[in-house]
């Protein structure tokens, strides 16, 4: 038996009214969707305006070089190559451009008379990345040209508008006397030194070289004062500078990196090279040291200077009455200042006198030293992480101790 329509229609009335709800709850849901995404993509362009507008108010009060660095932070490289992009390709040796690289020694790129156009080379991609993120400025940049589009691409990126001179591997050894590490080299202007008190404050523990003159063991030292949790690195005037070609490229660039300083004002010191050494066929690395003694600086002067900001001083060097340097003693020392001597000789009997304890390292077979780039290791190692116990498991990170 057939139902009339007129009963199949009022039957699936109810139905037809659900389903039409459904519809426009659906509808009225979507509207509602659309609106919120409406407002807040409103309220992001604003913020992005705002964002930018503020950027733009802060640009416009930096000084040029900051510009510059902001600039580069950005992910415009193609735009920054074209404007920052002057190679220049190497044909003559002899020009005074490239003196900076092969012909300038280290006292000479210094420029004690004029310390505001003292300049340093950092070598390798790496340790310019870490000289830029420091805020040294670069001069100018010589690279092998299968850099250029590879490893050094985001250094030349972040360097602006400086000359970038280029040529073939061969060339460019033709040129310097010797292989370049990582095929790029970067002149940057120096920075003044910060105070003693500014590079000590909030510091734990820091490390003190006394007259270590081997650019070597420098960087050494400092690489391992990084990687173990050193808050700063003091030297005394008849130290080997830290920004020394060899020193920084040893240190992988961690002199950029841990805070340092000199003790007392820095001296304009007469220099003596080892003319049968080898590292004088490779400028601006030789080793350098101070003639005059009276030039050092007096560890009773610097000694109280430290004792003033709260440091413990412990003088790394055998006595008979010398402390182990696992010596609980040391461990509970809230500041700690570790002493370390030049190569050979060790600290001065008058360091070591001053100091309120002497350390040594426990030693067998008859060993009765370590080179002071080892000691310093072991040091930094030992006294160090006490102070920083609860950051010790988190040290890293951003430096690649092995090369």
């Known amino acids: 038996m057939q139902v009339p329509k007129s009963v199949r229609k009022a039957r699936s009335s109810p139905e037809n009214e659900r389903e039409n709800e459904l519809i426009t709850r659906k509808t009225k849901l979507s509207q509602e969707i659309d609106c919120e995404a409406k407002s807040r993509s409103k309220v992001r362009m604003q913020r992005e305006t705002d964002q930018k507008t503020a950027e733009s108010i802060k640009r416009s009060k930096m000084a040029p070089q900051d510009r510059v660095r ?120 120096r920075q003044p030194l910060p105070s003693v008190q500014s590079v000590c404050k909030g510091a734990k523990r820091i490390a003190v070289l006394e007259n270590v003159v081997n650019p070597t063991n420098v960087g050494a030292i400092f690489r391992s004062a990084a990687a173990l949790g050193m808050d700063a690195v003091l030297l005394t005037t008849g130290c080997s500078n830290p920004l020394y070609r060899r020193a920084i490229r040893v240190s992988m660039g961690t002199v950029f990196q841990v805070p340092w300083t000199y003790l007392g004002e820095e001296t304009k010191p007469e220099t003596v090279r080892n003319p049968d050494s080898e590292e004088e066929k490779e400028p601006g690395t030789g080793i350098e040291r101070n003639l005059e003694p009276e030039e050092k600086a007096d560890s009773g002067n610097w000694q109280k200077q430290l004792h003033e900001l709260g440091f413990h001083t412990v003088a790394m060097a055998l006595k008979e009455d010398s402390l182990s340097i696992d010596d609980p003693k040391l461990m509970n020392e809230d500041k700690l200042a570790i002493v370390l001597g030049t190569e050979g000789d060790g600290l001065a009997p008058e360091t070591i006198a001053t100091c309120d304890d002497t350390v040594c390292i426990p030693m067998a077979h008859g060993v009765d030293s370590l080179n002071v780039a080892a000691a310093s290791a072991v040091a930094f190692w030992q006294l160090g992480r006490q102070a920083h116990k609860d950051n010790c498991c988190n040290m890293n990170s951003n430096y690649q101790l092995w090369e």
């Open 70 to 189: 902001q600039r580069t932070n950005r992910n415009h490289w193609k735009w920054k190559r074209n404007k920052m992009a002057q190679m220049i390709e190497i044909t003559d040796f002899d020009a005074p451009e490239l003196d900076v690289y092969a012909r300038l020694t280290e006292n000479q790129l210094i420029n004690r008379h004029e310390p505001e156009k003292g300049m340093f080379i950092a070598e390798s991609p790496k340790v310019i990345e870490r000289a830029l993120d420091a805020g040294y400025m670069p001069v100018s940049i010589l690279t092998e040209k299968r850099h250029i589009e590879g490893e050094g691409q985001k250094i030349l990126a972040r360097c602006g508008e400086i000359p970038v001179y280029t040529a073939e591997f061969d060339v460019l050894t033709k040129l310097t006397g010797f292989q370049l590490t990582r095929g790029m080299l970067c002149a940057m202007y």
